[in-house]
């Protein structure tokens, strides 16, 4: 636990430190902010690629979705506390150097008014992710509403977002929510079924994890 937290706090900083590094001697033409912009996202990426090797890891190797535990889970909510510190000064390092000219209070101003979903984001994962999932809280209210939140939220932007789609092209156009499918490009079609198709699939995983938690619950109460 406390290596792989030490382990973090030296790997995101390291990669930042080093992304500049290279960049500053790959490409000279660049400015400070570019310098510093594109290594954030270098290790954004990188973590990114953890996340959902570390995902894919645990999701092959449990069959119970409910009371499979995977040492990977566990570790890697240690390895990720010190990536959200790094990423939230690294985001105010971006605006620093990109405002820093205007004043140390207008740089804040701007860091905390143009980051506020990011900011939330991360506050919510160290002070309500974290704790939950090491504190193995499953059975709490918090741990059931925020799953029915992560329901509710991946239903309206990853599902709903495609007839949004066609019904705001059919406003645009005049046409009825039926009738857009048959007066658009049919690869369009085929491109939205090919993108949508593995939403349906995570979201009746979700459904079905949703079932047996309530269920395990319902029967644990009775």
């Not at 959902?52 to 890697?76: F, K, M, N, P």
């Not at 705001?168 to 079609?189: A, K, R």
Request: charged share 15%; aromatic share 16%; net charge positive.
């Amino acid at each position: 636990m406390l290596l792989t937290l030490a382990w973090g706090s030296l790997f995101f900083p390291g990669l930042f430190a080093l992304c500049t590094w290279v960049l500053r001697r790959s490409r000279l033409e660049w400015t400070d902010t570019d310098y510093v912009t594109i290594s954030t996202r270098l290790v954004s990426s990188v973590q990114a690629v953890l996340a959902t090797g570390s995902g894919i890891i645990i999701i092959r190797s449990c069959t119970d979705v409910i009371r499979d535990r995977h040492w990977l889970a566990r570790e890697y909510v240690w390895f990720l506390i010190p990536y959200m510190v790094y990423d939230s000064y690294a985001m105010y390092l971006c605006e620093w150097y990109r405002t820093r000219d205007l004043g140390h209070s207008t740089t804040i101003r701007n860091f905390l008014s143009q980051n506020r979903l990011m900011i939330t984001h991360h506050a919510v994962i160290l002070f309500v992710l974290v704790p939950v999932a090491q504190l193995k809280q499953q059975h709490t209210l918090l741990y059931k509403v925020n799953g029915i939140l992560t329901l509710a939220t991946f239903f309206c932007c990853r599902i709903l977002l495609f007839p949004f789609m066609y019904w705001s092209y059919g406003e645009h156009q005049g046409l009825s929510l039926l009738e857009v499918p048959f007066n658009i490009p049919f690869y369009c079609n085929v491109a939205n079924a090919f993108l949508i198709a593995p939403q349906l699939y995570w979201f009746a995983l979700l459904c079905k994890k949703a079932i047996r938690l309530f269920g395990a619950q319902a029967k644990k109460d009775s």
